[in-house]
Every structure is written in C-alpha cells, then in structure tokens.
C-alpha cells in the first residue's frame, strides 16, 4: 500500500507538472537598452539584434550619455535599475559605472580583430565602433576651417555651436581631450567663448543650426554631418589637422542585468562582422579590422588627437563646472 501511494503521489506530481507545462506560456526572452544612439540608428540596430535573435522582445530607453547616466544613478539610488545593457557614447562615462562597480564582465566576448584600445582589458566594456569629433561648417560659409584653432578666429565670433557636455558624452571627451592639449588647453576654450560660441543640448541640435545657417561653424560627431552631406545637407565636415577626437561608443551589461543571456547575445551580435558591416552602413567607422568603412575619409586616414581617458575621468566634474562658468549648461 504505501508503494502504492508513493507511486500515485508521483504520478499526481507528474500530472501537475504537465498541467503547468501545457497551461503556461513560456516566458518571453526580453531585453531592456539604453542607448545614446540616434533614434533611427537605435531602431536599425534593435530590428537587425531582433532578425537574428527571433522572438526576443526589446525595450529601449534613448536619450543623450549625460542625462542616461542621471537616470541610472536615481535608479541605483532606489535599488531598481531596469536595463540590461547599455549602448552609449563614450569610455569615459563607462569608466564611472567601472568604478561604481556597476558592469559585469563577460570574459567569453569575442575580440579577435579589435584593436586592443577599443575594449577595457578587464572586458566590461567594448567599443562598437570609432566615433570622431571635428568640425562641421555650412557651405555657403565665408571661410573654411581646417584646424581647432580657426574656430578662434576673430571674423568667426557669434558664429559657432558646439554640444554641451552636460548632454552629450561626445562633448565631454572633446572638452577634456582639446584642454589637455598643450597647443590648446583652457586657453582655447577661453578664446571660444570670447568668440562668443554657444552650446546646445546635443549634437543634432548643433547638426541643424549648421544646417540652417543659423550657426555656419560647430563641432559635431562626424557621422552625423557626413551623413547629413550625403544625403543632400548644405554642410560639409573638418578633420582638423591637430587630430580628431574619439570615442568608441561602448556597450556594457550592467551586474544587475535582469536578463544577461539575451544581454550578451546583444553584445556578440554587435561585435561580430554583420553587426560591423550594419555599423558601416549606418554610416560609422567599424572597430572590427577587415570591416570597410562606407563614409567619406581623408586621403591618408584619420589623424586621431591622443588623450588620456584616466585623466579625463578625473577631471569630469571640474571641467563641466568650467564649461559652464564660460557658456552656461
């Protein structure tokens, strides 16, 4: 008898079991990002993730580096950080959630072809792509910059818009990078805003006063304003001649990513030849050797201006408070 009840109790269990296997719907693979990426980039590379990774469902948070990083510290803050991965501008704001011990490595990322500074050697972190910062300028504009220190000229003043840093993460690896430049430093800044140079909110709000007219020169993440030009915009963009700044607009999974499956599958399809090759149709320098890039560069490459991300780092909060003493937020 007891064998018996012990038989029938499994079966019982085995019939519960089925019961919930059969009534209930497997649970849906989600992701939640949040990206700094421009809408229509972000779109594109949600639906190609999704082509290749069918029925997972995608949430997407977008907004610039600065305000991204605002959300997630009140988020920290309150102990509930929603996302799973992030996909912004720049190394510098990644070395902060770094430090805060926010990112979870994933040591099994595929890195063959990358070059060793695109990454973080703990792998926490990994650059998509190379991003640059330089000069764009309309072209019924008077005079032509080739150099950072054009902008400076006297016959330019009131006529230049850059983002602000307090915004876009871009603009803060250009502050720190051109203010550690012995040939530039503060001092340039200083005659930028004697020039009376203004700062908008992000780089399509600069992209759109060149464009108009209402500004003719500004500083301005490459992609945007070759992309503009190619499709019929009335600008064209400077790589000056003291180097360019980059950024590798890293992703990262956060240690509090409630789906790190799905989160690292977005990270292998954006590190793997197709994801480069959606990258240089969209209009970006892939980071992945062997990748061509689509877009329009120099002859002779892309002098790109040395920096130093630790110092940069350090040195965030001070030179925010700076920028805004000379042009406000």
């Known amino acids: 008898m007891r064998g018996l009840v012990c038989r029938l109790g499994a079966v019982a269990s085995l019939v519960v ?30 639906a190609a993730f999704k082509a290749e990774r069918p029925g997972t469902e995608v949430d997407i948070f977008r907004s610039g580096t600065t305000e991204i990083l605002a959300k997630l510290a009140a988020e920290f803050s309150a102990g509930q950080p929603r996302p799973d991965v992030l996909l912004i501008a720049d190394a510098v704001s990644m070395e902060i959630l770094k430090k805060e011990n926010r990112l979870a490595a994933y040591k099994e990322a595929k890195l063959d072809g990358f070059p060793a500074g695109a990454f973080d050697p703990d792998r926490t972190y990994f650059g998509t792509k190379l991003i640059t910062s330089g000069i ?6 008077k005079f032509q910059p080739t ?17 602000s840093p307090f915004y876009s993460g871009a603009a803060v690896i250009v502050l720190g990078a051109v203010t550690q430049q012995s040939g530039l430093g503060w001092k340039y ?4 805003a004697a020039n009376q140079m203004v700062s908008a909110r992000g ?25 503009a030009k190619a499709k019929g915009s ?31 599958a977005f990270v292998d399809f954006l590190l793997s030849e197709k994801g480069q090759r959606m990258a240089a149709k969209q209009g970006y320098m892939p980071a992945l050797s062997g990748v061509p890039s689509e877009m329009g560069l120099p002859p002779g490459g892309v002098n790109l201006m040395p920096m130093d991300v630790g110092r940069i780092l350090s040195t965030t909060d001070a030179d925010k408070k700076r920028f805004a003493q000379l042009f406000g937020e």
């Open 17 to 46: 079991v089925g019961f919930f296997a059969v009534s209930l719907p497997a649970m849906a693979d989600k992701l939640m990002l949040y990206t700094s990426q421009p809408d229509k980039d972000a779109a594109e590379t949600v």
């Open 136 to 141: 764009v300028y309309h072209k019924s504009a």
């Open 147 to 163: 150099s950072w220190a054009d902008l400076a000229r006297p016959e330019l003043k009131g006529q230049i818009i850059m983002p």
């Open 189 to 192: 800044f200083e005659s930028l």
């Open 203 to 227: 780089n399509g709000a600069v992209l759109k006063s060149v464009a108009s007219g209402e500004k003719p020169y500004g500083i301005i993440v490459e992609f945007m304003a070759l992309n």
């Open 234 to 264: 009335p600008v064209e963009f400077v790589f000056p001649k003291e180097g360019v700044v980059p950024v590798t607009e890293p992703v990262a999974i956060l240690r509090t990513a409630p789906n790190p499956v799905a989160a690292r």
